[in-house]
């Protein structure tokens, strides 16, 4: 069965520091990728998406992320962090063939000092 | 567009009791799903439809019901509620099960306490 596992459950980083989320993902076929970020108390809004093509994708928010295939790896990027970064991420595998049923790993929690 | 609603925002059940969480979206999306998020297991998938009048099951379906008899209507039922369905419940919709420009839109959430 597909799994996605985001090793660190929380990390602090000064505000303009860089940032690295990490994830890793168990699927035998093409995966469908996803980051999301939840903010206390609200839904999820999406980051970015890979789906196929350049493994380097762009997203919201100054977000990029990598897919790496041979580490079955896409971990979430941002080059200087700002305060308001601080919430929870969510890295997320489409499976069964479709990009929405969703398989989320346990999130990660950012801490963004000033 | 209002996007993806949920009513309730809160509600507290006791043990036994049944209650209907309402999700409902206006960007005419054929799919629909419900997961539930607890603490340090991210979100898990309970039931999902992928256009009016079908449904299946997803990764924790258990205790729960759903159906779809609009496209912007999906309610989840819990027919006898457990402490163990206390969780966070998220509603969301996309415009298809596939295709690149495909994304999932989130409800704001129902946090419901079983006691």
């Known amino acids: 069965a597909q799994s996605v596992t985001q090793p660190d459950i929380h990390i602090t980083v000064s505000e303009g520091a860089s940032l690295e989320l990490r994830c890793n993902y168990s699927?035998?076929?093409?995966?469908?990728l996803f980051w999301y970020v939840q903010s206390p108390g609200q839904g999820l809004q999406l980051l970015l998406k890979?789906?196929?093509?350049?493994?380097l994708v762009q997203g919201i928010k100054g977000f990029e992320a990598e897919f790496k295939r041979s580490q079955s790896s896409f971990n979430l990027r941002k080059p200087s962090v700002h305060w308001s970064d601080a919430a929870e991420y969510f890295c997320?595998?489409?499976?069964?063939?479709?990009?929405?049923?969703?398989?989320f790993g346990t999130g990660t929690r950012l801490q963004v000092t000033l | 567009n209002a996007g993806v609603t949920q009513t309730p925002k809160f509600q507290v059940l006791k043990t036994g009791q049944s209650m209907t969480l309402q999700c409902a979206q206006d960007?005419?999306?054929?799919?629909m799903s419900w997961y539930r998020q607890d603490p340090g297991m991210g979100l898990r998938l309970i039931h999902y439809?992928?256009?009016?009048?079908?449904?299946d099951q997803g990764e924790v379906p258990n205790g729960y019901n759903v159906s779809r008899s609009t496209t912007e209507d999906f309610p989840l039922r819990l027919l006898s509620a457990a402490p163990s369905q206390t969780s966070v419940y998220f509603c969301?919709?996309?415009?298809?099960?596939?295709?690149?420009?495909?994304?999932?839109?989130f409800g704001p959430g129902t946090r419901l306490t079983v006691l």
């Open positions: 969301a919709s996309s415009y298809s099960t596939g295709g690149e420009s495909n994304e999932q839109f």
């Open positions: 699927y035998g076929a093409t995966p469908y």
């Open positions: 890979y789906f196929s093509g350049d493994t």
């Open positions: 997320a595998v489409g499976v069964g063939g479709t990009a929405s049923k969703l398989t």
């Open positions: 960007m005419n999306h054929e799919y």
């Open positions: 439809s992928v256009g009016a009048g079908i449904t």
